[in-house]
């Protein structure tokens, strides 16, 4: 199974601030690789999907990058909207995988 | 507007069954790949599995083979989870999804005596 590796596991940031999660899988994945975001109580959120094509309706505060094995989500300046948990998940190989989260908290 | 609806979640004992249903509505449901994901209390996501647009093919969890089903109607826009020998780490929220895109609210199953 492809192991999926989320970095860090908890990050505090402001708002205005730019943030970047790191996600990296055990073997190559190509560009077979999304991000989700999950706010507490409520269903996780499509933001990216083939590594750095915006969902639609994602505004472009996010971006998403990498091919391989190591990929990053940036969000580029944090708005109060954006404290959450985010997920990357890799859909190149079954069984598909998720990282571990990282979550997103306001400092 | 894209819309999926989760339905079937219950308490049910170790041992037990129970099926999820998932309507879905504004987009093609034939055509498109399905799947089911979990997230237990207080812990991260977890892919259950997924079904081709077609019924041909699924895919499962290591976790779930021989105990889950996935299937679907392409006639009614449903997707299903048909879950047998439930054990209490299969307490989750399930949630049914078009993976990189659509995802519905879940529902949540307990396993429990």
């Not at chain 1, 989500?73 to 859909?91: G, H, R, V, W």
């Not at chain 2, 976790?63 to 449903?78: A, Q």
Request: aromatic share 10%; glycine share 10%; proline share 4%.
């Amino acid at each position: 199974d492809i192991q999926m590796t989320q970095s860090p596991s908890s990050l505090s940031a402001s708002v205005g601030d730019r943030v970047t999660i790191t996600c990296r899988a055990s073997q190559g994945i190509s560009n077979n690789l999304a991000w989700f975001q999950q706010k507490p109580g409520k269903a996780p959120k499509s933001l990216i999907y083939g590594a750095s094509s915006l969902h639609s309706g994602v505004p472009s505060n996010f971006s998403g990058s990498g091919s391989g094995t190591d990929f990053t989500l940036t969000l580029i300046s944090l708005q109060p909207e954006d404290f959450a948990t985010y997920y990357c998940q890799q859909y190149n190989n079954y069984p598909f995988t998720f990282g571990q989260g990282t979550k997103l908290e306001i400092k | 507007e894209v819309q999926l609806l989760e339905s079937g979640g219950d308490l049910v004992q170790p041992g037990g069954s129970l099926r999820l249903s998932c309507a879905a509505s504004g987009f093609t449901f034939s055509t498109s790949a399905m799947s089911w994901v979990r997230q237990a209390p207080r812990k991260g996501l977890e892919w259950v599995s997924t079904i081709s647009g077609s019924g041909g093919s699924s895919y499962y969890a290591d976790s779930v083979k021989g105990r889950f089903t996935i299937s679907r109607d392409n006639s009614k826009n449903t997707l299903y989870l048909q879950m047998n020998s439930l054990r209490a780490e299969d307490t989750a929220v399930y949630y049914c999804a078009q993976l990189t895109s659509h995802w519905g609210q879940g529902t949540l199953v307990t396993v429990s005596s």
